[in-house]
C-alpha cells in the first residue's frame, strides 16, 4: 500500500499521559498537513510541513502539542498533558506542492483521553 | 485559504435517486475541491473545479461553479448504498507568495444516506 499510513489506528491514554502518533506520507510528497476532527465536525487544520519546515501552525495548537517532520519524510505529532478535550481523530494528509493540490489522508488516529 | 459551508446538514435517500449537495464559500478562490469521508476514515478526494470552469464531471460526479454566486453543488447520480459517507467542499485561495497554498480548510460537511 502506498498511500499515507497513520500509526496507532487507536490510542487510549488517560488525563495527564503524553502520547505520540506518527504519520508516513506518501514517499515522492513534500507537503503534509495535520487535521484534528471531532464527531459531527469537519476537519480542523493544526499544522503543515514543507520537507522538514514546518510553515504554519493553528491557534488551535497549544503549547502541549508539538509536530516534528525531521528529515522531510515521516511526521511525528506529540501531545503533552492529555486533556479529555484533546480526545479526537487526528488526521494526516499529504501532498504533492507542484501543481497537485489535492490532499491525500491517512485513516486517522481515533485518540481517547479518558 | 477559506472555509465553505455545505447544505444540507443531512440528505436521506433511496438507492438509484440522485443527491444534490451545495457548498457557499465568502471570498474569490482559485479551485474548489470536494471530499468524501467514510465513518472512522480519512477523507478521499473527489474532484477540483478550477475557477475558470463551470463544470467538472468525474463517473457518476458532476460538479458545477458559479464564482458569481460563490457556490458550488456536487451531484451524485444513481446513488448507491456505498455512497453513504459525509462530504466537504474546500475552496482555495492562493495568497500571493504566501505559504498557504495547499492548505484546506473544511467545513461541516453533508452526510449523506443513501438507502438499498
Known amino acids: 500500500d502506498t498511500g499515507v499510513s497513520q500509526n496507532p489506528r487507536h490510542k487510549i491514554t488517560k488525563r495527564g499521559q503524553n502520547v505520540t502518533f506518527r504519520c508516513d506520507p506518501i514517499s515522492e510528497h513534500n507537503r503534509l498537513y495535520w487535521y484534528r476532527q471531532t464527531l459531527g465536525q469537519g476537519p480542523e487544520f493544526l499544522t503543515y510541513f514543507q520537507n522538514e519546515a514546518q510553515l504554519e501552525k493553528s491557534r488551535l495548537l497549544s503549547d502541549r502539542f508539538s509536530a516534528e517532520r525531521p528529515k522531510g519524510s515521516f511526521s511525528t505529532l506529540e501531545i503533552q498533558r492529555t486533556e479529555q478535550g484533546d480526545s479526537a481523530m487526528y488526521l494526516c494528509?499529504?501532498?504533492?506542492?507542484?501543481?497537485?493540490?489535492?490532499?491525500?489522508f491517512g485513516s486517522g488516529t481515533q485518540l481517547s483521553v479518558l | 485559504s477559506q472555509q465553505g459551508e455545505e447544505d444540507p446538514q443531512a440528505l436521506s435517500i433511496q438507492e438509484g435517486e440522485n443527491a444534490t449537495m451545495n457548498c457557499s464559500y465568502k471570498t474569490s478562490i482559485n479551485n474548489l475541491q470536494w471530499y468524501r469521508q467514510n465513518s472512522g476514515r480519512g477523507l478521499v478526494h473527489l474532484i477540483l473545479i478550477r475557477s475558470n470552469e463551470r463544470e467538472k464531471h468525474s463517473g457518476r460526479l458532476r460538479v458545477t461553479l458559479d464564482t458569481s454566486k460563490k457556490s458550488s453543488s456536487l451531484l451524485i447520480t444513481a446513488s448507491r448504498a456505498a455512497d453513504t459517507a459525509s462530504y466537504f467542499c474546500a475552496p482555495e485561495n492562493f495568497r500571493v507568495g504566501g505559504t498557504s497554498y495547499g492548505k484546506l480548510t473544511f467545513g461541516q460537511g453533508t452526510i449523506l444516506t443513501v438507502h438499498p
Open positions: 494528509a499529504s501532498s504533492l506542492a507542484k501543481g497537485n493540490e489535492k490532499l491525500f
